[in-house]
């Protein structure tokens, strides 16, 4: 499994956009980049996921450069409801046993 | 529509117990993964069930089993309780073990104290 290293947290105010880097210099090419965001006490959710490019759905906006080592979740004018963990996970689409690590804790203030 | 529903939502046992925490995925789905998250840590995988057979299991003592029932729920079973299995347990469900996405859905879990 492709290793991956996020900030450990990140501070934004309220309205602004948020961009979240994630780098994972070892991923393969069958790997895929899935980002989860989890509230506490709750399970985690997913967000989106992306292969290459741009990736764009209701919530939020993936970019991935050509060479695939980074990504990034970009959450356009965050609200006091986006404080969460984010997590950034690389594997292959299916995969059963996908790594977590530690995510980068978002704090969105007013 | 019904989301994956967890019990029992706390438990507290002590050192030496077993417990049995329980899963129902959303309807449909067949595939069930549980998930062990230690406080300040992401979750960590711990087994895959799907159709009633294990597809996957994570770094996990033998301590650590489960199974999988006709109807798709599923039970994750820790025998000799230590207190470093304290955690929070998530069971994930989806519609097949292998897929297009990456995409689980996540129960609420059940937060474990081991005194």
């Known amino acids: 499994l492709a290793k991956t290293t996020q900030p450990i947290s990140m501070d934004s105010y309220e309205g602004q956009e948020v961009n979240i880097t994630c780098s994972h210099n070892n991923i393969a090419t069958n790997d895929y980049i899935t980002w989860y965001q989890q509230f506490p006490s709750q399970g985690p959710r997913f967000i989106i996921q992306?292969?290459?490019t741009k990736v764009t759905n209701e919530v939020a906006s993936l970019f991935i450069p050509a060479d695939r080592k980074s990504s990034t979740l970009s959450l356009p004018r965050v609200s006091l409801s986006d404080t969460a963990v984010y997590y950034c996970l690389v594997g292959e689409t299916g995969a059963n046993n996908l790594f977590f690590g530690t995510g980068t804790r978002l704090t969105v203030i007013p | 529509d019904a989301g994956v529903t967890q019990s029992p939502t706390h438990l507290i046992k002590t050192r030496g117990q077993h417990v049995t925490l329980r899963c129902s995925p959303i309807s449909g789905h067949k595939s069930v993964s549980w998930y062990q998250q230690v406080l300040g840590q992401g979750p960590q995988f711990i087994f895959q069930?799907?159709?009633?057979?294990?597809?996957g299991r994570g770094n996990f003592p033998d301590r650590f089993s489960a199974r999988q029932f006709p109807n798709y729920s599923s039970e994750l079973n820790v025998n000799a309780l230590l207190l470093g299995d304290s955690a929070l347990y998530l069971c994930?469900?989806?519609?097949?073990?292998?897929?297009?996405?990456?995409?689980?859905?996540f129960g609420p879990g059940t937060r474990l104290t081991v005194l």
């Open positions: 992306g292969y290459k």
């Open positions: 069930y799907y159709e009633k057979e294990e597809r």
């Open positions: 994930a469900s989806r519609m097949a073990p292998l897929g297009n996405y990456n995409e689980q859905f």
